[in-house]
């Protein structure tokens, strides 16, 4: 966490000091930007490719949180705070229940370009805010926030950490289009942007809110398992009950491996547009996986 400066409010806010980002800065988001763009399209779901458009999140550089904030605020009422890195989770949660969005600041470094395990400003402003254009996905995230308080209050917060993981970091939806990504830290990624949906090795499971609860994950490689909704009306209702009896009964169960597969759990299915059920399980051969790859470099 960086260095509490003499200007941090209690709530960890600063100044974005957009000014000061370096020409190199700005480049280097353009070619993060760049690169993301041609291999969103047909991967990422429409609500977030929305989103980033109305938001007119660019290639230009690194964007200025006052302008975005604004777009924001009068669509879904949400707004970014500039923090100076990861927060403390009540103070992350205190933000999302007031429909404030705590973004990083910094940018990577060029030799960074493919894999960083925290958050940088384009992670959370190209990864995270388009979704927040979405009127369903704006409510879920402050409902997390008003969750998250509560689950730590409960005890329970790593059951909670493995929902916002498993959705709003990796989650896949599966649209009459075909399988598509929601996940921030996946459309942050070129790499799992691709692999996600093209590899035929991980597990891609109909989400089961308890499921997920259970599960395991890792934080330094590509998932070995990601959970599919069928829209955000379903994640929403889902997770509206109230969790502090599922809390109880998912503690006395077993944690479940980040890669392990169960006898019961449903391969997510999703419809085409001819109404035919295809699952969403990479059908792809190797070679046709291979050249899939190669298309999108
Ligand atoms: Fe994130």
Redesign the pocket.
Known sequence: MARIGPRMAPDFAIDQDWENYSADQHAVWRLLFERQQKLLVGRACAEYLGGLDALGVAAAGIPDFRRLSDILDRTTGWRIVAVPGLVPDAVFFAHLARRRFPSTCFIRRRDQLDYLEE?DVF??IC??VPLLMNPIFADYLQAYGAGGLKAEGLGHLERLARLYWYT??FGLIATPAGLRIYG??ILSSSGESVYCLDDPRPNRIAFDLRRVMRTRYRIDRFQDTYFVINDFEQLFAATRPDFAPIYREVAALPDIEANQRLDKDRQAVYATPAGEKKWAVAELGPSLGRKRLEDVR
């Open positions: 958050p992670h959370d990864g995270h709003v970091e921030s830290g």
